[in-house]
């Protein structure tokens, strides 16, 4: 193999043409059909280290396209594959195959039986939306995996997870009751109790043909399948095995859906499945155990369950280090901690009565001083801080790959289950194993049943495979020697599919191939899992060969930070394309995406508003960064980032940044968007329309001086209509409105005062708003500050770059920037704060301007910015702000949240100081992005986009206040959306502040 780009075409080769495939899809479905290069390529990943190009994508539209897509892969010989969220992390989901993504459509409940305690669903709905609709019937689906905000119950079922709380609600398959499944002759087949399927009819004669199956190997079965409730390897032939210490229904009953759970889709496709629920606990309280050392958190888990909790969860000290280091995750971690634990292990309680989970909680206590351990637990009663430190729990795996660099964690030997009399035998003979190796292991997840998630840290671009190997060998070694699962919750896949043989001997491995001989004789579904697999390290599957190559370019921004083997340690950053290697980091930044999909959720923060509205991978952070991987490594073609691919992949980004809080790697899209438009413009050139936006600091004082005349020709329909048209603007939308020019008339003004601020006045509150720098400065001025602005006598205005940035205009971003930062740094040197209006402006300081290349006078500028807000937080909490404030005619404010500001975590300081005005009631809407993005959703291609992305949240929840209540908006984007869509007005908090001085 000579490259990845080479492997990829030789495979191509060896399916057969696929452009007659193609057309029948488009002609006979109604859902979408993907066969470019770049579609495929992102669904040629999960969350693997895996991967493989598939034949094509098929969205379908319903239950009829999911038939009819079967069929004409069935009369065309093409393999199937099933895919839900593409979280799987042993390479289930990816194949040389037709992937089926049903989780764009196919995510409906069909069913509900509240009190047979049942759902029926389709296999495409999030577990996640299917317990927020249970919720207010107080019932819960209780497979609680780590990814419930994306991950599918169609993968769940094909994976048979597992979750947190398994030591109390069971697996996966110990909670489905039946399935109704397309098969690969084409026929339906409903699979459920054995007793109650039909006495004749393919599905009789599969429970037949398979029961005999099993009952010929039975002795077998009871010898080598492993005696832990984790095991989810191979085909789950002991269910009919009456001998079972741990039978998969309640009542001892065969039921033969639970034959199709965990079969990884290579024995059908599941169109319905049948789901038992659970009623909501009460109540829950949480203790966090701090223990000085790894071992004696796995040594005190098997007396810690003899307490019945529903879950013990390890986070080990990596993990808590990495955690730190998140502005997410942070605080809620340091709540968890005494001291500077080596492990902590969650143990949570729940049920009916709170008196006596708080009595758990005190037992738990008592327990630990009995073993030696006094003082070492943090007791978590209150919903609201158990609720965020599980969030921290749940994103353990991203926190993980969040380490910069080449080395990754990688998920092999990650779920291996061990009896847990000998869990801390196990973890401590496994640890040396991987000092053997030269390598750490990271540990976290489910203490309680034996299943530690560890993964090595190894360069699957230089010796990682040779080391996997090794260590996998080994410690296959231990768990026979534990006699535990080698398997235990995340599945086989391309992972670990040639050790199901070994884990099940070669008698039992030949009935699974029997057993899929007999579902699938001609190997259409999903192929090479479970039976027939591919070695675990076969280079032609790794997402990183040792042949992988990034190509040459030489970015704007510098990335040296992100290649940690070559960023300097001390010193000036590089200036941008040298130096560190910023070359390098920019792959390597880029490459921090795992693939775990987060950023395929709808409930909370604001990552990722594209996908909210879409539901298309292309529009996922997960798919671009996909993208501009497979861009970078020259996988799709020699443009680079100047591609159409690139730029049709970044066609709905809006820069919200998100991705850069709420994707726990940190991918930063908005960033990465500056560097892709930056290099189309130099091989593209810019359109009018870019220019008009990249210049409007230039232009914004001449259009203020003819704003009558602007105003007049925006009255002129006509008119209007004809520039718009010609600019690529919205119609719909009105121009910007120019008037005034507050550092103009401004200068000169500022009162003399011991204690100084430089209020940065941005573009659009000097020209457009100039009414929130009047307030800004007056409520500066009467908090007893002299107020500096951003502008000399006879100069242009400072401005941050912002524009060009977006536009595509590097160099003159960058120009600016540097005009500012010599213009700012002597009152930085000085100790003046630098205090902004705009967040996307201000922020940039914090952000941008520290990957210019300019050293550390970036860095002592972005400490010295703050927002308004943030400055008058900080004062106060300094006791230096002197202040007194009355009601205002409203009695709720509705706070709308800028992006950037969630970025940063700098919306709590808005709501601290709208809570000093008296009398005032202060909401929060949870809404993701306003959808106006800066010119985006002024531009005519992208207007349905950016209304749509309003009324996800922002406008229902606006449509719903009363005149009582006043709009407050960080943003000037947002202000314009909320007007244009709702007809209201909302105002920055500096307006509302100056109205309620005293």
Known sequence: MTSLKDNTRSRDARVKPVTDLATRFSRELQGEVLFDHASRGRYSTDASIYQVMPVGVVIPRDQRDLTLALDIARDARVPVLARGAGTSQCGQTVGEAVVIDNSHWLN??????????????????????????????????????????????????????????????????????????????????????????????????????????????????????????????????????????????????????????????????????????????????????NFPTFYQAMDVTQHIVTLDPTAVELVDRTMIELSLENPSFRPVIERALIGKPEAILLVEFAGVDRDAQLASLARLNELLADLGLPGCVVDMPEPVEQKALWDVRKAGLNIMMSMKGDGKPVSFIEDCAVPLEHLAEYTDKLTEVFHRHGTEGTWYAHASVGTLHVRPILDMRRDGAKKMREIAEQASALVREYKGAYSGEHGDGLCRGEWVAWQFGSTVNGAFKEVKRLFDPENLFNPGKIVDTPKMDDEDYFRFPASYRRIPLTPVFDWSAWDVERAPLTGE??????????????????????????????????????????????????????????????????????????????????????????????????????????????????????????????????????????????????????????????????????????????????????????????????????????????????????????????????????????????????????????????????????????????????????????????????????????????????????????????????????????????????????????????????????????????EAEHYEASMRMAELSLLPAIRQADDDTVLVAGGTSCRHQIHDGSGREAVHVARLLEKSLV
């Open 573 to 938: 950053q590089s200036a941008p394309g040298t130096g560190g290697d910023a070359t390098h980091g920019l792959a390597m930044a880029v490459e921090m995406c795992n693939n775990n999909g987060h950023c395929r959720k709808f409930d909370a923060g604001t990552m990722c508003p594209s996908y909210r509205i879409t539901r298309d991978e292309q529009h996922l952070t997960r798919g671009r960064a996909n993208t501009l991987r497979m861009v970078l490594s020259g996988q799709l073609g020699d443009e680079g980032l100047a591609s159409d691919e690139v730029k049709e992949a970044l066609d709905l980004c809006v820069s919200c940044k998100g991705c850069r809080r709420d994707c726990p790697t940190g991918i930063d899209m908005a960033k990465f968007k500056i560097e892709a438009r930056t290099a189309r413009a130099k091989v593209k050139g810019l359109t009018l329309r870019d220019r008009l936006v990249g210049e409007m600091p230039r232009y914004a004082p001449w259009a203020s001086r003819i704003s009558g005349l602007l105003g007049a020709a925006e009255r002129l329909p006509f008119v209007s209509r004809r520039v718009k048209q010609a600019l690529g603007l919205a119609e719909q939308r009105d121009f910007p409105r120019f008037h005034g020019n507050f550092l103009a008339e401004d200068q000169g003004r500022s009162m003399q005062a011991s204690r100084e601020v430089l209020l940065f006045v941005d573009t659009f509150n000097n020209y457009m708003e100039s009414e929130n720098a009047r307030a800004a400065k007056r409520v500066l001025e009467k908090a007893g500050y002299g107020v500096h602005l951003n502008v000399k006598p006879g100069e242009r205005p400072l401005c941050c770059g912002r524009t060009y940035l977006s536009s595509g205009q590097f160099d003159k971003a960058r120009a600016e920037a540097k005009r500012s930062l010599d213009h700012l740094l002597p009152f930085v040197e000085r100790g003046v704060p630098i205090v902004g209006l705009e967040p996307s402006c201000l922020l940039s300081m914090r952000d941008e301007f520290l990957q210019y290349g300019f050293g550390d006078a970036a860095r002592r500028l972005a400490d010295s910015a703050l927002l308004f807000e943030e400055f008058l937080v900080k004062a106060h909490d300094a006791g230096e702000l002197a202040l007194e404030f009355k009601p205002v005619d409203y009695s709720r404010a509705m706070l709308h949240g800028h992006c950037h500001q969630k970025a940063f975590d700098a919306l709590r300081p808005i709501e601290r100081v709208l809570a000093w005005i008296p009398r005032l009631e202060v909401e929060t809407i949870a809404s993701s992005c306003c959808g106006m993005a800066g010119s985006f959703g002024y």
């Open 108 to 289: 409906q409940i069909v069913e509900f039986d509240a009190e047979a305690r049942t759902v029926v669903v389709e296999p495409g709905i999030v577990l996640d939306h299917l317990n927020a609709w249970l919720k207010p019937h107080g019932l819960w689906y209780p497979v609680d995996v780590s990814t419930s905000a994306q991950c599918t119950l169609g993968g769940m079922a094909g994976n048979n997870s597992c979750g947190s709380r398994s030591i109390r609600y069971g697996n996966m398959v110990h909670n489905v009751l039946g399935m109704e499944a397309l098969l690969a002759d084409g026929s339906e087949g409903r699979f459920g109790f054995v007793e109650e399927l039909p006495a004749s009819g393919r599905v009789r004669e599969l429970a037949e043909s398979v029961k005999a199956i099993a009952t010929g190997v039975a002795s077998e079965i009871r010898e080598h399948f492993p005696k832990v409730l984790r095991r989810v390897g191979g085909y789950n032939l002991d269910i009919f095995d009456c001998q079972n210490p741990k039978p998969y229904d309640p009542d001892g009953r065969v039921n033969l859906a639970h034959l199709l759970v965990g079969s990884e889709g290579t024995l059908a496709v599941s169109r319905r499945i049948k789901l038992r629920l659970s009623p909501l606990p009460d109540h829950k309280v949480l203790g966090v155990v």
